[in-house]
């Protein structure tokens, strides 16, 4: 099988759960009430091998791969967990699920974690022995909405002889469908095993927790922390770590079955404020080093925002629908439905793109080269990197502030066509990401410029969206994507909505441009 093709066809499972240790003498309280109904459990017995590279990027990233063998239910013995975002006591994870020998992970799943890894060999780093009490809470249709492990496991070490070095009891609770807990049983579960003497929930994977302190160390890059006494490398470094940890964390669900909206935007963000900000601290840098690494980003970016274009063309044609037939337009659904049609075909060519990418040498090298470049600030010859950040930033914002006022006086000779306000809306989110940039360092001046400068982006970006879907349709309905009836039903009055968007331009502008915002 193709490799990107098999990881485009991987489909991952929402798993939902919660994580508490108990003692050997603990009982399993019933978890059941209110119309549901906790079973008798049934044992099985298990071994689990864990695979990473030799400093556990994986692990430190929030990953894991395991493969599992004895008495299962019959599942596929390899899993992939990926790390999510989020907090409290609930775990939020994909899993992916292949068949395979236990010697070698499979490449369907390798291929998943092909720009984390950048080339590290994965091999067996841990090994845990289950024996389990596994129980089932039912609704009254005998549904099953929870599953319910009572876990005793040994950790083994795998340098000698698979030796027993720790035990440790868990009970944990899982939705059955993996989906939103919208009647919050895994909160009332974890409330309950709390009351019958358990700890509180742990979000920390298993065999993270016996992996040592490399385990506990940020992922490559780490990042880099800034503040008033921050020196100048410091400030390339948080930004050239922050950004590509970003990528990083998005990259394995792009190559996911399906299509994740915010995994998508997430990414694009991540290569558009890198490329602003390796512009901003161009004084700074070696452009040697510097400058390719932008055109780089320019290219995955651009992969990147093909896909995006659809989702954001999708959600405003979705609005505009609803909107229309609120007002009782009878033909609204329909026209819909043929521009989503159109712009499904778009998505997909533009994913197979960004897939292509993804899978590709080229890719894989701006990862690590940007992985380089946040550890070792790239700075330019003659450069103090230990001088203070503080004494460069007004003028790193200098240019961004400039080119920003540039576009405006533009706006305002050009009589406001729409590229002059897309331009205008362009440079103040690269002012907007300076402001961001330098506000550990500067202090709350640069933090309220920065919350003003995302307000006239965000009220311009209102306008190009719907200057954009007017082009879209109007293109569509000329190369036949959409009827010229549909294309008609959906731009009607767009032009007026268009120009409703820019009427909080001037008090917008007025206040990101105080002068003293400025004065750092």
Do not use: C, N
Request: aromatic share 2%.
């Amino acid at each position: 099988m193709d490799e990107r093709m098999g990881a485009e066809r991987m489909g991952a499972e929402a798993e939902r759960e919660v994580k508490v240790a108990v003692t050997d003498g603990f009982e399993v309280p019933d978890l059941g009430g209110r119309g549901l109904v906790h079973g008798p459990p049934r044992a099985r017995h298990l071994e689990a091998t864990f695979w990473d590279s030799a400093d556990l990027r994986l692990t430190r990233r929030g990953h894991m791969l395991r493969h599992r063998r004895g008495d299962d239910d019959g599942g596929a013995p390899w899993s992939l967990k990926l790390a999510e975002d989020g907090d409290g006591p609930v775990l939020a994870r994909r899993h992916l699920s292949a068949p395979g020998p236990g010697h070698e992970p499979p490449a369907v799943l390798v291929d998943v974690l092909r720009a984390v890894l950048g080339g590290a060999v994965l091999v067996a780093v841990g090994r845990l022995r289950h024996d389990q009490q596994r129980s089932t809470v039912s609704d009254g249709r005998g549904r099953p909405v929870l599953h319910v492990e009572d876990d005793r496991y040994e950790v083994l070490d795998l340098g000698h002889g698979d030796a027993v070095v720790a035990h440790r009891r868990e009970i944990e609770v899982e939705l059955a469908d993996g989906g939103a807990d919208g009647d919050g049983l895994l909160e009332r579960a974890a409330q309950r095993l709390r009351r019958a003497g358990a700890d509180r929930p742990d979000r920390t994977p298993k065999m993270a927790r016996h992996l040592g302190a490399l385990a506990a160390a940020p992922a490559d890059p780490a990042p880099v922390e800034l503040d008033r006494r921050s020196t100048v490398e410091d400030l390339v470094r948080s930004s050239l770590a922050d950004a590509t940890r970003r990528l990083l964390d998005h990259d394995p669900v792009l190559r996911l079955a399906g299509h994740d909206v915010e995994a998508v935007h997430q990414a694009r963000v991540a290569t558009r404020r890198l490329r602003s900000d390796l512009r901003t601290l161009r004084p700074l840098l070696d452009r040697a080093v510097t400058d390719p690494l932008r055109d780089e980003l320019r290219w995955i970016g651009g992969l990147l925002g093909a896909v995006r274009d659809a989702d954001v063309l999708a959600e405003l044609v979705g609005e505009r629908s609803h909107r229309l037939q609120e007002d009782g337009h009878p033909d609204a659904a329909a026209a819909a439905d043929a521009a989503l049609a159109g712009l499904d075909r778009q998505r997909d060519e533009a994913r197979a793109a960004l897939l292509a990418g993804l899978a590709s040498p080229r890719y894989l090298a701006l990862v690590h080269r940007l992985v380089v470049a946040a550890t070792v600030a790239p700075l330019g010859h003659g450069v103090e990197g230990s001088a203070r950040a503080a004494e460069v930033t007004a003028r790193l914002f200098r240019r961004p502030w400039k080119r920003l006022r540039q576009a405006v006086r533009q706006l305002d000779q050009g009589q406001g066509a729409d590229g002059d306000w897309h331009l205008v809306r362009r440079r103040a989110k690269a002012a907007r990401y300076a402001a961001e940039l330098v506000t550990p360092v500067v202090g709350r001046r640069a933090e309220k410029l920065a919350r003003r400068l995302a307000a006239v982006q965000s009220g311009l970006g209102d306008h190009h969206d719907l200057v954009t879907l007017r082009q879209w349709l109007d293109a569509a309905s000329a190369d036949g994507t959409l009827g010229v009836d549909h294309a008609r039903i959906l731009t009607d009055g767009l032009d007026r909505e268009a120009a409703r968007a820019l009427d909080s331009w001037p008090h917008r502008w007025a206040a990101a441009r105080e002068p003293q915002l400025r004065h750092w």
